[in-house]
């Protein structure tokens, strides 16, 4: 027992003897940015350098920051999770972040250090300071972190337990053991960074590419400016097809402004004088002029990001993520030490020393990570970026699903589920009419109108180019008839009245959410076309599986109470929240947490990034806003969700991979323990089972995950059991 207390009062002095050390390497300066900390030490070091070396220096580690990202990266992660990264930046590169570019230094130093060792072993040359040099700068974050957590927490941890051990492997000559330590240290950091690389890396604008141009009107007169100079106050031109770029209220015009994507809502909205325009929302027809009350960061689309900018938080520490690992360990902390006390007490220090590497449990902290990576490359093989490692590991958990409803539930396309005809006309004249007059529009109501007419084979005439006119709504002339497509607002304008036949289509598509296309032939109302929204034709199929799976499942939806309603009726939700605002969806989300649940939320527009932070574990889809791809922490490249049944699997592959590893890993290290005690070349021992475990545990981390779909179509997955 006293030399157990002997090797505990050691380790307390040994974390009390650095205090200075550490309160001089981990003070930071007062411009310190970005989470990357410029020590003291290293700051002299910069400043007694010539220019030349230090453009030397820069111009290298450029070199090897792009080397690392272009290399090892896909390498460690895999070339499908690399290549979806890159889709989501629309081609651009990904800017690596202070710690990741500090990371891939340490591992580089490991690896520097090794091949050092290796001269010195063959040549004899005197460079083994710089070996040790090299060692303990690497394992430094690690006794900083082992001191923060004396200090801050008051106990011992696993941290302690790795830097004690290390420390003595370099003072007891140990060389070849304590190099691998420093490359144990560079590779565990760049592989936790690897895992979470990609997890809200950088908010995008969340308005996109902004217009080079605008058009404003000045004193009647429409001219062209840069989008720079547009300031409040200014008159704003926007016509059909055009995103809106700010915040403003409607002076002049009307038009059909879909805002789903901001708003929730899934039906097209008409927007006239005295309305408020969104920035985000895109005009579907008409023409509108707004006065410019809000730009830039101040518009309602932008608060959102800086909402998600001022809560997101950015792990800085080198080894701060690593040490959370750890602590799913740290119930081996003691047992080790007792181990380490009595390896002394009967058989010499070395013995104690060799003891306390015995704990191979820790290794399953590497180990897990390396799984982890094959589970993130197995994903993207299949479609599913997992950006953060985390969340892999959180689905274990989750036991409520929440979708958002449009763009997620169903497609951004609506379907044509019933034309309406008036008079003596029949449903294919009506729907002939319209589709003639929409097929040169882009916007989705009329691409569900033309493919409808496709899908009837109905031959299109053509049209009078001279009379064609978008204003309100469509004025078209064909085969010498006039005529006129919009809303019932835009019948108004035209002084075209509605049959008292249609009152009761019009209340019931009111109530229902439903939306309603007019179309007008020489004066008189032709007919109308019925449109809702699309059901991902996968979402009845993945709802009910999920349900098998014991999920409570939700709807929280931005659109009206009687769609959202009516739609989760028919999947058979367990619940739904209709008419939320974006930050309502996160206190829901906060809600359904304080009651005890795990929740994954599921959406894709601007209004649902908030949500998606605030989640347990966030999804979203390749197809989404940038916004909600950018916060989510999976993303589905597919855009379908049938991706969800193999994400579940994985998960769930995932975590039986992990306890076949820890049971060796235990085995292991009771071997490890009575041989120390027992037989010579203890140190020996301990390191030759490291490796075994190693090599076991790297061969069960690589297991294939996730089976490939077969004829069936279903998914399966390899028991690594």
């Known amino acids: 027992m006293i030399h157990f207390i002997v090797l505990v009062a050691s380790m307390l002095l040994t974390v009390e003897a650095t205090k200075t050390v550490v309160t001089v390497f981990t003070e930071k300066p007062e411009d310190e940015e970005d989470g990357e900390t410029n020590h003291k030490a290293l700051a002299l070091l910069d400043d007694g350098l010539p220019n030349y070396w230090k453009t030397l220096l820069a111009s290298a580690d450029q070199g090897y920051q792009t080397?690392?990202?272009?290399?090892i990266d896909p390498l460690l992660a895999g070339q499908s999770r690399d290549r979806h990264l890159q889709e989501l930046l629309s081609g651009g590169e990904r800017e690596l972040s202070p710690h990741e570019m500090s990371t891939n230094r340490s591992m580089g130093l490991g690896f520097l250090g090794l091949g050092l060792l290796g001269v010195v072993y063959a040549t004899g040359l005197p460079l083994i300071h710089l070996v040790i040099l090299i060692g303990f700068y690497n394992l430094w974050p690690w006794y900083k972190q082992g001191y923060r957590m004396a200090v801050d927490e008051k106990k011992l941890s696993i941290i302690h337990l790795i830097g004690v051990y290390f420390s003595l492997m370099w003072l007891g000559g140990f060389f070849f053991v304590g190099t691998l330590g420093s490359i144990f240290s560079g590779l565990c950091q760049k592989i936790h960074v690897i895992t979470q690389i990609?997890?809200?890396?950088?908010?995008v604008d969340v308005l996109g590419q902004k217009p080079r141009f605008v058009w404003v009107d000045i004193n009647g007169a429409e001219l062209e400016i840069p989008f720079e100079q547009l300031t409040i106050g200014h008159i704003l031109v926007l016509d059909a097809g055009q995103m809106i770029p700010v915040d403003g209220v409607i002076v002049d015009g009307w038009a059909l402004v879909d805002q789903h994507r901001l708003t929730?809502?899934?039906?097209?909205?008409?927007?006239?004088v005295g309305d408020a325009a969104l920035a985000a929302t895109v005009v579907l027809g008409g023409k509108l002029r707004v006065r410019v009350e809000r730009t830039g960061a101040d518009t309602a689309a932008a608060q959102i990001s800086s909402i998600l900018s001022n809560t997101v938080a950015y792990e800085t520490d080198k080894v701060a993520g690593l040490a959370a690992q750890f602590r799913s360990v740290e119930n081996t902390l003691w047992p080790m030490l007792m181990?380490?006390?009595?390896?002394w007490l009967l058989a010499g220090p070395v013995a104690g020393a060799a003891a306390l590497g015995c704990n191979y449990v820790v290794g399953i902290v590497p180990l897990r990570m390396i799984t982890l990576l094959n589970?993130?490359?197995?994903?993207?093989?299949?479609?599913?970026?997992?950006?953060?490692?985390r969340a892999l590991e959180s689905l274990k958990t989750i036991d409520t699903l929440v979708f958002d409803k449009t763009g997620t539930l169903t497609l951004e396309q609506p379907q044509l589920i019933a034309i309406h005809p008036c008079g003596t006309r029949c449903e294919n004249d009506v729907l002939t009419l319209a589709a003639t007059a929409e097929h040169r529009q882009s916007h989705p109501i009329a691409q569900a109108i033309v493919a409808e007419a496709k899908t009837r084979g109905l031959r299109l005439p053509d049209i009078d180019a001279a009379h064609y006119e978008v204003g309100y709504g469509l004025k078209v002339r064909i085969e010498g008839v006039d005529v006129r497509v919009g809303s019932q607002r835009f019948m108004t304008m035209e002084n075209i009245p509605t049959p008292a036949s249609m009152r009761a289509t019009m209340e019931r598509c009111s109530?229902?959410?439903?939306?309603?296309?007019?179309?007008?032939?020489d004066g008189e109302l032709a007919g109308a076309i019925e449109l809702d929204a699309t059901l991902r034709p996968e979402a009845k199929t993945m709802v009910q599986w999920l349900k098998q799976q014991g999920f409570v499942l939700n709807i929280i939806s931005g659109d009206q109470e009687a769609p959202t309603r009516r739609l989760a009726e028919e999947l058979g939700m367990d619940g739904y929240f209709a008419n939320t605002l974006p930050d309502q969806k996160a206190n829901l989300i906060e809600l359904l947490q304080s009651q005890g649940h795990k929740v994954c939320f599921i959406g894709d527009g601007i209004n649902d990034a908030i949500a998606l932070h605030q989640a347990d574990v966030s999804i979203s889809f390749r197809g989404a806003t940038s916004v909600a791809s950018d916060s989510a922490q999976i993303v589905l490249m597919e855009d379908n969700l049938e991706q969800l049944l193999a994400l579940f699997e994985l998960a769930r592959a995932y975590e039986q991979n992990l306890a076949t590893n820890y049971r060796g890993a235990v085995l292991r290290s009771l071997i490890a323990a009575a041989a120390v005690l027992l037989l010579p070349f203890k140190f020996l021992i301990v390191e030759g089972l490291w490796v075994v475990t190693f090599a076991h545990g790297i061969t069960t981390a690589t297991q294939p995950l996730l089976i490939t779909k077969g004829e069936s179509g279903e998914m399966s997955t390899q028991n690594t059991g």
């Open 67 to 71: 080397f690392v990202r272009t290399h």
């Open 198 to 203: 990609g997890a809200r890396n950088a908010l």
């Open 264 to 272: 929730g809502e899934s039906q097209p909205i008409e927007k006239s």
């Open 339 to 343: 181990g380490g006390a009595l390896g």
């Open 375 to 389: 589970a993130l490359s197995t994903g993207s093989n299949h479609g599913i970026l997992i950006k953060d490692g």
């Open 511 to 521: 109530q229902e959410g439903g939306s309603l296309v007019y179309i007008a032939a």
